[in-house]
């Protein structure tokens, strides 16, 4: 089925711990982000690509590496996992149609670092 | 800085109780507002795009507006299943990202 994925969809891991979390999208849509979602801090913008091997910053980079050597996959890397970095992780893709750039997410890994 | 701010941050109303959400923003070149819908546990679900003073959407029993500052969601005779947290982003110009509020979580009670 068309649509975005994200795997896993729980994910429990030790402080330290290098973590990847994957995102697939079948639209061929050109952007895809990641985000992550914190209670009193809504999303944040943690990485995006718009296009194969074009990646930029996003708000709150540091400690998260980004990779996209495929149109449809965007994995984004916990390099050394932190308690801090304990939050439910979005991706979500699009593409541009006239002047339109909506954002289509998929339905999220919660991620805890103990 | 903030450059969506949402209002209020939470909004209980009984089924049929019509109601607005606020969107404020901040930007110097508005390419585009974004409504989206989260449900508990799930990703969030585009609603609507505004792009310039004036406009109007509409979708079931809701109504998105936008003015040069702001932007409302209007709910009429909510039911129950209108539960959710309601999302407002922004697109800056020149900037692909959007930039998102904190949301209203929105409770409908029966």
């Known amino acids: 089925d068309a649509g975005i994925t994200q795997s896993p969809r729980y994910k429990i891991t030790e402080t330290g711990r290098q973590v990847t979390l994957m995102c697939h999208q079948t639209w061929s849509h050109s952007y895809m982000f990641w985000y992550r979602q914190d209670l009193g801090h809504g999303l944040r913008l943690i990485y995006y690509?718009?296009?194969?091997?074009?990646?930029d910053k996003g708000e709150v980079s540091d400690g998260y590496v980004v990779s996209r050597s495929k149109t449809e996959n965007f994995p984004l890397t916990l390099e050394s996992a932190t308690r801090s970095q304990t939050s439910v992780y979005f991706c979500?893709?699009?593409?541009?149609?006239?002047?339109?750039?909506?954002?289509?997410f998929g339905p999220g890994t919660r991620l805890t670092v103990t | 800085e903030d450059q969506v701010t949402q209002s209020p941050e939470a909004l209980r109303l009984q089924e049929g109780e019509s109601s607005s959400l606020n969107c404020s923003y901040t930007v110097s070149g508005l390419r585009g507002l974004f409504w989206y819908r989260q449900d508990p546990g799930k990703g969030p679900e585009f609603l609507f795009t505004?792009?310039?003073a004036g406009e109007e959407k509409e979708k079931e029993r809701l109504k998105a507006t936008l003015t040069k500052k702001e932007s409302f969601l209007h709910i009429t005779a909510p039911k129950p299943e209108d539960s959710a947290t309601y999302l407002c982003a922004v697109r800056d110009s020149g900037n692909t990202p959007l930039v998102f509020g904190k949301g209203t979580r929105l409770s409908v009670i029966a």
């Open positions: 690509s718009a296009a194969a091997d074009i990646t």
């Open positions: 979500a893709s699009s593409d541009r149609r006239g002047r339109s750039y909506e954002q289509y």
């Open positions: 505004l792009y310039s």
